[in-house]
């Protein structure tokens, strides 16, 4: 069965500093890839998606950026972080060419003091 | 361009009652829909999809959805509400593409 690995659960970050948030899928092959942020009560922004690795479609430009180096690995970085980037953000894949379902992963926490 | 609508933020119930929460969606052609539930801190699992066919859809948990083409409405219903369904709901459309659009959630309170 596919499975979705999302990791840290929780981070605690300074301005300025770098991000790199991870995510893997197991038990499947070229899934569409996908990046939300959760802000309170702002419901889910889709930051980034891919179709395939090296292909990575952004949706907000921000100083956010991601990268699909394997068919089935998705990560979120940041040179330097701003107090905006905090929220919840979670990590997602769907079959390929579908969204017929969403596979979310449980999230990671980001707090930027 | 799709987009959604939840109009309502929050929605408070007593357990044992009904629910139904609300959806508008905007599309140009017949969209694929879906109802999604977020426990806190957790990711999103689906509930149910509507595609095609029958427009009353049955998902997980006891919950349900009707597909209304005339109100541009798929909103999602459950007869008799159980403290764990306290949750965040999101309503999702997408055109057939592979980037859905959610709505901003609805957070449901379950009083006992």
């Known amino acids: 069965s596919q499975t979705i690995h999302q990791w840290p659960a929780t981070l605690v970050q300074p301005v300025g500093s770098p991000l790199s948030l991870e995510c893997t899928v197991e038990g499947t092959s070229n899934p569409n890839l996908y990046w939300y942020r959760q802000a309170a009560g702002r419901g889910l922004q889709l930051l980034f998606y891919s179709v395939g690795i090296g292909q990575i479609s952004s949706e907000v430009p921000q100083n956010l950026s991601a990268s699909r180096p394997q068919d089935r690995q998705f990560i979120l970085s940041s040179k330097k972080l701003l107090l905006s980037d905090s929220g919840f953000y979670l990590c997602?894949?769907?079959?390929?060419?579908?969204?017929?379902?969403?596979?979310f992963g449980s999230g990671t926490q980001l707090s930027v003091l | 361009a799709q987009s959604v609508t939840q109009p309502d933020i929050h929605i408070t119930v007593s357990e044992g009652a009904s629910l139904e929460l609300r959806c508008n969606y905007s599309?140009?052609?017949?969209?694929?829909l879906f109802w999604y539930v977020q426990s806190p801190g957790q990711g999103l699992q689906l509930l149910l999809k509507y595609f095609s066919g029958d427009t009353l859809v049955q998902g997980i948990k006891g919950f349900e959805a009707e597909f209304k083409r005339s109100q541009s409405s798929f909103n999602l219903r459950k007869p008799s509400v159980h403290w764990s369904d306290a949750a965040e709901y999101f309503c999702a459309v997408t055109g057939g593409s592979y980037i859905p659009t959610f709505g901003r959630g609805t957070s449901l309170i379950v009083h006992p």
């Open positions: 599309y140009g052609a017949t969209p694929y």
């Open positions: 997602a894949w769907s079959p390929r060419r579908t969204a017929e379902k969403l596979f």
